[in-house]
């Protein structure tokens, strides 16, 4: 089975603060994506990465970064936190050339 | 620019009825069609279509594909309460593979 986990379930920060949401994936997986999930919007794609040290702009990528050092581990961040970026975030990751996404259980993110 | 819809927004169904579940695309350069349980948690892949009139089973649920009206149904049969969850449909996109997901389905099934 595949097992994607990310660093936290509920996370409250503050305007301004460096927020870093961790994804690991135990699959050996190429690809991996940070999504945000809003009420009325749906899944939007943030970053995502081909491969280690590679990166690439998802649709909404304005206000965040995204490492990714190790093939496992994609990290995304939050250079300063504003209110407008409180939601759900879900990381996926897959295998290359293939279709289907495995998704982390997501952080629920608050700015306040 | 590329788009998917579902329908309905949301439903309330009783145990034992049997559901069906819409989702309509407009992509281009359609790949394939990906249907999502999301309970409190995950979404959890169910389905990938790529085939148009192929149908997809796997126990009380199946789901099928029309490439030529450009749409996909996902049907549930004898529903229960552990079917409640927001189905998400997603279509790739062939020349980014990206997935272009519809804003979902909220199925609440009451005992």
């Known amino acids: 089975d595949v097992k994607v986990t990310q660093s936290s379930r509920y996370l409250v920060k503050r305007t301004g603060e460096k927020v870093f949401l961790e994804c690991v994936q135990d699959?050996?997986?190429?690809?991996m994506f940070w999504y945000r999930q809003d009420p009325g919007l749906g899944l939007r794609l943030i970053y995502f990465?081909?491969?280690?040290?590679?990166?690439e702009k998802g649709d909404i990528p304005e206000g965040y970064s995204v490492s990714r050092e190790k093939k496992e581990r994609f990290s995304l961040i939050l250079e300063s936190a504003s209110t407008n970026q409180t939601s759900m975030y879900l990381c996926?990751?897959?295998?290359?050339?293939?279709?289907?996404?495995?998704f982390g259980p997501g952080t629920r993110l608050t700015v306040t | 620019e590329d788009k998917v819809v579902q329908s309905p927004l949301s439903l309330v169904v009783h145990e034992g009825d049997t559901v069906t579940l819409n989702c309509s695309y407009e992509?281009?350069?359609?790949?394939?069609l990906l249907w999502y349980k999301q309970e409190k948690k995950a979404p959890t892949f169910l389905f990938m279509l790529?085939?148009?009139?192929i149908e997809k089973k796997s126990g009380r649920l199946s789901s099928i594909l029309d490439k030529k009206e450009l749409f996909s149904i996902l049907n549930i049969t004898a529903t229960q309460t552990g079917d409640s969850a927001v189905y998400l449909c997603?279509?790739?996109?062939?020349?980014?593979?990206?997935?272009?997901f519809g804003t979902g389905t909220l199925l609440a099934v009451q005992p």
């Open positions: 996926a990751s897959r295998v290359g050339g293939a279709y289907e996404q495995y």
């Open positions: 699959m050996d997986h190429e690809n």
């Open positions: 990465s081909y491969d280690v040290k590679m990166k």
């Open positions: 992509v281009t350069n359609f790949r394939s």
């Open positions: 790529t085939s148009s009139g």
């Open positions: 997603a279509v790739v996109n062939g020349a980014t593979n990206k997935l272009i």
